[in-house]
């Protein structure tokens, strides 16, 4: 069956520290997107990319970066530089922009 | 920079009855209009997708209207069971740029 697969399904960070998110994707679709979600703020975009080797800046982009080697890859690196990076993070893709977009099931990142 | 807004933010209701949750965007030159569940701890679900040249969209006990002109797109739930239970999400495209998001309303069904 096709879909998104996003890992670890939790996943926690040390003060400092790097960790990066995966998202991997087997629908064939060019467009792939990160969203932050945060309790009471809705979703928020991170970085889109709408084909390989190119990606744009969300709304809320400071603090983190991302790669799209492949088609069916966009991971998520939260740096240190991220200062409050506690919530949930969700991983889409869809064909185009204006198409409509799958989730995957998420990555719940906590700061201990 | 479009805003999406949901009303009511939680709603809660006894089984059985037919219920609307509201969605309104404030710039109307949109691609779509996606309608989406999500449940506790969860990834989001899609319910309805409307394309700008509809009107609405129906699935199983789920319809989905649109008015672009007016800004607004309202989800009806016919005849709810406690499986509904759940945040239902609004979100629009517009233009090249990805999907914006309302926060949601959360929905219990009391059985």
């Known amino acids: 069956d096709g879909g998104i697969t996003q890992s670890p399904k939790y996943l926690f960070r040390k003060e400092g520290q790097n960790v990066t998110l995966s998202c991997e994707q087997n629908?064939?679709?060019?467009?792939m997107y990160w969203y932050r979600q945060d309790p009471g703020q809705g979703l928020r975009l991170i970085y889109y990319?709408?084909?390989?080797?190119?990606?744009q800046k969300g709304d809320i982009a400071e603090g983190y970066s991302v790669s799209r080697e492949k088609k069916e890859s966009f991971p998520l690196t939260v740096t240190s530089a991220q200062k409050n990076p506690t919530a949930f993070y969700l991983c889409?893709?869809?064909?185009?922009?204006?198409?409509?977009?799958?989730f995957g099931s998420g990555t719940r990142l906590t700061v201990v | 920079k479009q805003e999406v807004t949901q009303i009511p933010a939680a709603l809660s209701v006894p089984e059985g009855e037919n219920l609307v949750l509201n969605c309104s965007f404030t710039?109307?030159?949109?691609?779509?209009l996606q309608w989406f569940r999500q449940d506790p701890g969860k990834g989001l679900t899609s319910l309805l997708l409307?394309?700008?040249?509809?009107r609405e969209q129906t699935s199983g006990r789920l319809n989905a209207s649109l008015d672009k002109s007016s800004g607004r797109s309202t989800l009806y739930i016919a005849a709810s069971q406690p499986g509904d239970s759940a945040t239902y999400l609004c979100?629009?495209?517009?233009?090249?740029?990805?999907?914006?998001f309302g926060k949601g309303t959360r929905l219990s069904v009391i059985a």
């Open positions: 889409a893709s869809s064909i185009g922009p204006t198409y409509g977009y799958t």
């Open positions: 629908l064939n679709h060019d467009a």
């Open positions: 990319s709408q084909i390989v080797n190119d990606f």
């Open positions: 710039d109307s030159a949109i691609y779509n």
């Open positions: 409307i394309q700008s040249s509809q």
């Open positions: 979100a629009v495209s517009s233009g090249n740029t990805p999907l914006v």
